[in-house]
């Protein structure tokens, strides 16, 4: 998104139906993709880019990798702990147009966050409704926020990655009144 783009003042809805929230990570030596299937989130803009702000809540039993087993582990203690803590959350701090500062909190820690992002574009779709676009994307350390399991391998290697790779494709809503 860039500073001279048009975008109705407002608050949008995520349409979760038309938008995604999805991860990579490294798994020996290709990787493993996956996404939250139930996510909410608003979008407020306001009469300049810098006005703009954002908040999601992710339900991590939600997680989704094809892989029925890898996903259960996924939600034990070894990683998100679903049991004690079933959310992450995000929200923005700043936005100068095409990246958006903000706080992720997963497993009841918070740390800074910088998005990527891309405005797509607003539009009205068939039924009168305005919608605006997104993708964003950031790379994170997972153990920063406490995800740290791993195995280790022959060579000083380990089983899974670091680096965490978030993608976000969002279609929002524009509420009316």
């Not at 079933?86 to 910088?114: C, H, I, N, R, Y």
């Amino acid at each position: 998104m860039t500073t001279d783009t048009a975008l109705t003042a407002g608050t949008w809805t995520i349409d979760a139906s038309h938008s995604e929230v999805g991860f990579t990570v490294r798994h020996l030596m290709s990787k493993v993709r996956g996404q939250f299937t139930k996510f909410e989130g608003t979008i407020t803009t306001g009469e300049s880019v810098a006005d703009t702000r954002a908040e999601a809540v992710i339900d991590l039993n939600s997680i989704d990798t094809r892989d029925e087993t890898r996903d259960g582990h996924l939600r034990s203690a070894d990683f998100f702990d679903t049991e004690t803590h079933g959310q992450m959350t995000f929200v923005t701090t700043s936005f100068d147009g095409e990246t958006a500062a903000g706080e992720l909190t997963l497993k009841g820690v918070t740390k800074p966050v910088e998005l990527d992002v891309e405005f797509l574009g607003q539009d009205t779709d068939p039924w009168g409704n305005q919608r605006v676009g997104f993708e964003a994307t950031a790379t994170i350390n997972r153990k920063d926020w406490g995800v740290d399991f791993n195995i280790p391998l022959d060579g000083g290697k380990v089983l899974i990655g670091d680096k965490v790779t978030i993608h976000l494709a969002v279609e929002a809503v524009q509420q009316q009144g």
